[in-house]
């Protein structure tokens, strides 16, 4: 199984308390929105200080060139895990990335469901947040482990539209999903979507220049207040309930009727 895929539900799975007195139980490890840095494979090396302060590390690939900086990171024995995004359905492209040392990859929902069936890998569907409610519906039976939700680069606060668009395609999904957002975005944003049930956040372009802000990111993850355990939410429909007629009530309205009559 994909490391990175294990951690995420380790760290959100709800266990029980053990019980007895043993004193040499493991702490479980705290709770935290995960981070995810995806850099061009141009600039892997110069940013390596900043990915540092990531929990998952992505390479962007778009061309076969790119498969070579990928490779490297993702054979990194001491590092944290790494993968590749494809950005583009690119058929020679993505088998070889799905034979690669990465841990996991996001890819298109145009690739091929031979390639997306390779379970050593985390498999990861990036969708669009526009999908209707029947299309997501279906992801659930796809062989997938995680999903990535991009609001295609939109920058700026985060907005109650947008909101409602994650909290509606969580509601949807039991598979953990990972958002999109900007490394500036502030501790309110972040808490109202860890609060949402979103697993990881994906911070796009990190270069050598993004060290201090990603490491600012991470202290503010720390600080948030972990969400409320909760039952996740299923967008049923709601279909209309007929009654059933009162016959017995209504025969015994007649019979005191013909009483009276006598």
């Known amino acids: 199984m994909s490391r990175f895929l294990k951690k995420l539900k380790l760290l959100h799975q709800t266990e029980s308390q053990p019980m007895g007195f043993a004193t040499n139980q493991k702490a479980p490890e705290k709770p935290r929105l995960q981070i995810i840095a995806s850099v061009a494979s141009a600039s892997a090396e110069k940013a390596s200080a900043a990915l540092e302060s990531a929990d998952a590390v992505l390479v962007e690939v778009n061309t076969a060139d790119d498969l070579e900086a990928v490779e490297k990171i993702c054979k990194a024995k001491e590092g944290v895990p790494a993968g590749g995004w494809l950005k583009t359905p690119n058929v020679k492209l993505l088998p070889k990335v799905m034979d690669s040392s990465c841990d996991f990859v996001i890819f298109p929902s145009e690739t091929p469901v031979a390639v997306s069936q390779k379970e050593k890998i985390g498999r990861t569907l990036q969708l669009d947040e526009s999908l209707t409610e029947g299309l997501l519906r279906t992801v659930n039976d796809l062989p997938i482990d995680m999903v990535l939700v991009s609001d295609k680069g939109k920058e700026g606060p985060l ?7 994650i909290r509606r395609i969580v509601s949807m999904l039991n598979k953990p999903v990972i958002v999109s957002v900007s490394i500036d975005i502030s501790a309110q944003d972040l808490q109202a979507i860890w609060d949402l049930g979103i697993s990881s956040i994906l911070i796009e372009s990190v ?6 802000k990603l490491a600012e990111l991470r202290k503010t993850i720390g600080k ?4 409320a355990s909760r039952k996740k939410d299923r967008m049923n429909p709601i279909l209309p309930h ?14 005191e009727e013909e009483e009276e009559d006598e």
């Open 207 to 212: 270069d050598e220049g993004s060290a201090d």
């Open 242 to 255: 007929l009654q059933p007629e009162a016959h017995g009530h209504h025969e015994d309205e007649e019979e």
């Open 224 to 227: 948030l207040a972990i969400p």
């Open 159 to 165: 907005t109650l539209a947008r909101l409602m668009t």
